[in-house]
């Protein structure tokens, strides 16, 4: 039922379904990814941060997991944070395109216009067809000119 409401669009309707997912199975990766997600983008940061800070001990090697905690710390504008578990992310797989895309955010925000247009550059080049990438690489430059 989760995957269901989120192809709707009715975030916060999977958010429950997602928490039974992993009552059921704790160590269900796809669900804590996406439980966490849910939470941020529902506006929940604060309730995605501390999940998201569980997920991570419990699934140190993965990668979206990082990136996950690194996005909700982005919208918590706690950019030291968001640095730390992008960086991360990138480490364990240097190619995840939302990574770099959310690793560019916090270096825009940090007025690292070069570096943001180079992760920007590099998810493209990783994932032609993603269109976050193209569309935030756009906004960046027809910001500076």
């Known amino acids: 039922m989760a995957e269901a409401w989120w192809q709707l669009g009715e975030i916060e309707k999977a958010i429950p379904w997602y928490r039974q997912a992993l009552d059921h199975d704790p160590n269900f990766l796809p669900s804590a990814r996406n439980l966490g997600v ?72 940090q007025g690292q216009m070069n570096g943001a247009e180079a992760r920007l550059r590099e998810a493209i080049r990783v994932a032609p067809d993603f269109a976050v990438a193209h569309n935030n690489l756009g906004n960046l430059l027809s910001a500076q000119g």
């Open 38 to 109: 849910a939470l941020s983008r529902s506006g929940q940061v604060k309730e995605a941060r501390e999940f998201l800070e569980q997920a991570r001990q419990k699934f140190p090697d993965d990668a979206a997991i990082w990136n996950n905690l690194g996005e909700a710390c982005l919208l918590a504008e706690e950019l030291g944070c968001a640095a730390q578990a992008l960086q991360t992310a990138l480490q364990l797989d240097p190619e995840l395109p939302d990574a770099l895309t959310n690793m560019a955010k916090a270096d825009q925000r």
